[in-house]
């Protein structure tokens, strides 16, 4: 198993430098990797997706899980991270996407965390896995479950939150921050598993003005769009898809919509 680097003083210095490289290594699907590479994409950083056959390097992640995030000097020194939420904050940091004082870092990372907590826990423990052995009618009543309470509820919160801050498009102050792009890749990733159709029932303009200005203010960056119009994208896209017709056949038709 790989260690980090603990000369902290040495590593501080590194991740100050310009013209860093970054490398994100997630399996070759949607889903956890969502988050770091919105980040990546979002800041045009000068990054690259890899996508590992884990049972040749798990033993060399730290943790042994993934994503791990490897942050590459100019002269190539390199420095490894893990765990999504230390990744996520490190990204958001180092760009410019997270609070300028305490509070409002406090702020982000609080809806950061619902968001993550909301992905992980309802979406893909609750939901997606738990349900996967049942039969066809409780699964029904599994997705019916998620959408009208767990999504519902979520959304609901998120809006009041967006409605105190203006409708502008963002969680905190006017800007672009790493709350923004953790909603954004959220509901991406959700459309992947249940179907654009079913998220839009709960998140659309009637219902939820203020999300889908947040969505909309980050797919449009040029960055963003460009990689989510790039061939990688698509090959997730298609991976993903297979992956969710392979565990939840029922859902394989609406998520490929």
Known sequence: MKTFNLDYEENSKIVALDDLKYKLSYFGMH???????????????????TYPVWRD??????????????????DGKELVLAENVAIDIFLAKQFG???TNPWEEAIINAYY???NTFFFQEIMNNFFWESQPKSNEEKRQYLDKMVNDQLTNWARIHEAHLEKNHLNGHYVGSRTTLADIRTTTMLDA??????????????NTVKTPGI?????????????????????????NKNSANFVKDQH???AASAED
């Not at 797919?219 to 090959?235: G, I, Q, V």
Request: no cysteine; aromatic share 8%.
């Open 212 to 236: 889908v200005k947040v969505r909309s203010q980050v797919e449009s960056k040029p960055s963003y769009a460009a990689w989510r119009a790039s061939e990688d994208y698509a090959k997730l």
């Open 31 to 49: 889903f956890g990797g969502t988050s770091a590479r919105g980040i990546l994409a979002y800041a045009g950083a000068d990054w690259t997706p």
């Open 190 to 203: 959700l459309e992947k598993i249940i179907g654009a159709e079913s998220v839009a029932s709960v998140v």
């Open 97 to 99: 996407l997270h609070g």
């Open 113 to 115: 965390s619902n968001s």
């Open 249 to 251: 056949p029922e859902l």
């Open 57 to 74: 390097e798990k033993a060399n992640a730290p943790f042994e899980l993934i994503p791990v995030l490897t942050i590459i000097s100019p």
